[in-house]
C-alpha cells in the first residue's frame, strides 16, 4: 500500500467531508497516542491549524501522555488546550459509591472515556466543530472501545485502516515524536494499561487473524500457515461479540 498517497487521501476526504458539514472544523482529543498523533497531523493539513482544535483531557492520567501530547502539539505547531476530568470522574463514582455499589475497575475506566467524549462534544458545540474519532479497524472490529464514549464521533477517518497500517503512516509523518510510535500502546484509562496485555494479542497478530476472518487471505479454511485454530476462534469470538457495537441502536418494530 502506498501510505503517503493514503494520508493525501484521507485529508482531502476530511476537507471535503468539513466544507459540506457546514461545519467550521474539527476537534480532536489528543492522548498521547499514535491515533490522535496521526487525526491531529491530518486536521491540520486538512483544513489548516486555525481551524483545528487539539484538547489533552486528563483523568489520573500517566505523566509521559501530558508530555508526549505537548511535543506532538509544538510539533504541529498548535496551541494544546487541557481540561482535567478528574473531579467530574470523582462526582460520578463517589455517587455510585454512596448508592451501595461496588464500582468495578471496567466501569471505572468507562467512565473516563464516556467523559472525554461528553467534553470534546461540548466544546465542538462551542464552536460548530465536528468530533473526529481516533479509532482504527482492529480496535472497531473486535469491540476495543466504550459505547458512549470513543465509539462515538461525528466522523472516523482511521476506522477502515489496522492498527499496523496506522503505525506504517505514523512513520511517514515528521511531526509526530518518534517515543509516540515506539511506545507501548493504551488508552490510559488505568495505571499500567497496555492495550495488546489487555487483549491478550499482539497488534502485528490481531491484524493478521482479523484479515483471515474477513477473507483477505481466503478464510481460516484457506489460511497459509501462520495462524493457528486457537487464535482464529480467540479472535472471531471477540469480533461476533463484538457486532452490537458496530451498529446503530436498533429500534423496535411495531
Known amino acids: 500500500m502506498d501510505y503517503q498517497n493514503e494520508i493525501e487521501k484521507i485529508a482531502n476526504w476530511l476537507l471535503d467531508y ?11 482529543g489528543i492522548s498521547g497516542g499514535v491515533d490522535s498523533a496521526i487525526i491531529s497531523s491530518l486536521c491540520c493539513k486538512a483544513v489548516g491549524k486555525g481551524k483545528f482544535i487539539g484538547i489533552y483531557l486528563p483523568c489520573d492520567s500517566s505523566p509521559i501522555m501530558e508530555i ?21 470522574y470523582n462526582a460520578i463514582i463517589k455517587g455510585l459509591e454512596e448508592g451501595g455499589e461496588t464500582v468495578s475497575i ?16 461540548a466544546l465542538a458545540n462551542q464552536y460548530n466543530y465536528l468530533v473526529v474519532g481516533t479509532s482504527n479497524k482492529s480496535e472497531m472490529d473486535i469491540g476495543y472501545c466504550t459505547v458512549g464514549g470513543d465509539q462515538i464521533c461525528s466522523v472516523e477517518p ?7 497500517e496506522v503505525y506504517e ?5 515528521s511531526e509526530i515524536p518518534k517515543n509516540i510510535i515506539d511506545k507501548p500502546a493504551s488508552a490510559d484509562l ?16 490481531l491484524d493478521i487473524v482479523l484479515k483471515h476472518y474477513h477473507g483477505k487471505y481466503g478464510g481460516y479454511n484457506n489460511y497459509q500457515g501462520d495462524v493457528s485454530q486457537e487464535e482464529f476462534d480467540k479472535v472471531s469470538a471477540m469480533v461476533e461479540k463484538a457486532r452490537y457495537k458496530n451498529k446503530v441502536p436498533p429500534r423496535y418494530i411495531r
Open 18 to 28: 468539513q466544507k459540506n458539514s457546514g461545519c467550521g472544523g474539527y476537534v480532536c
Open 68 to 88: 508526549d501530547s505537548i511535543q506532538l502539539a509544538e510539533n504541529l505547531g498548535i496551541e494544546l488546550r487541557v481540561a482535567n476530568l478528574i473531579d467530574s
Open 106 to 121: 471496567l466501569t471505572k475506566a468507562n467512565t473516563k472515556a464516556r467523559l472525554r467524549m461528553t467534553y470534546l462534544f
Open 158 to 164: 482511521l476506522g477502515n485502516y489496522y492498527k499496523t
Open 169 to 173: 503512516m505514523a512513520e511517514l509523518i
Open 190 to 205: 488505568y495505571q499500567g494499561q497496555t492495550d495488546e496485555e489487555e487483549l491478550g494479542i499482539t497488534y502485528e497478530r
